[in-house]
């Protein structure tokens, strides 16, 4: 399966953005679905993610109260939702298949947010 994320882009504190990570090549059904960001000279970490019937949803305490994770298989897409943005939350966005950096197999390519002060 080929994931991309887009919806990124520059934005003031306090802002949204609604990033989307679209599959091609094999329904998006069968996965569940992470989130991650990886800041300049930091790790890669998971701050979302939704199980493959969207029923379960997963966030980090950082995003929690302002990022939505949810799906729609109909459109093969999953999005995250992002409100009340901050400057820490400038990094680039990736999709995967998996909560894990180590497991999981099928990424996207990523997609810049930028939010400034």
């Known amino acids: 399966v080929q994931l991309q994320a887009s919806g990124g882009g520059l934005v003031e504190a306090g802002g949204s953005l609604r990033l989307s990570c679209a599959a091609s090549g094999r329904t998006l059904t069968n996965y569940r679905i992470g989130w991650f960001r990886q800041a300049p000279g930091k790790e890669r970490e998971f701050i979302a993610g939704?199980?493959?019937?969207?029923?379960?949803?997963y966030s980090t305490d950082s995003v929690k109260a302002r990022f939505t994770i949810s799906r729609d298989n109909a459109k093969n897409t999953v999005y995250l939702q992002m409100n009340s943005l901050k400057p820490e939350d400038t990094a680039v966005y990736y999709c995967a298949n998996g909560f894990n950096t180590d497991s999981a197999q099928y990424w996207g390519q990523g997609t810049q947010v930028t939010v400034s002060s």
């Open positions: 939704i199980s493959w019937s969207g029923i379960g949803t």
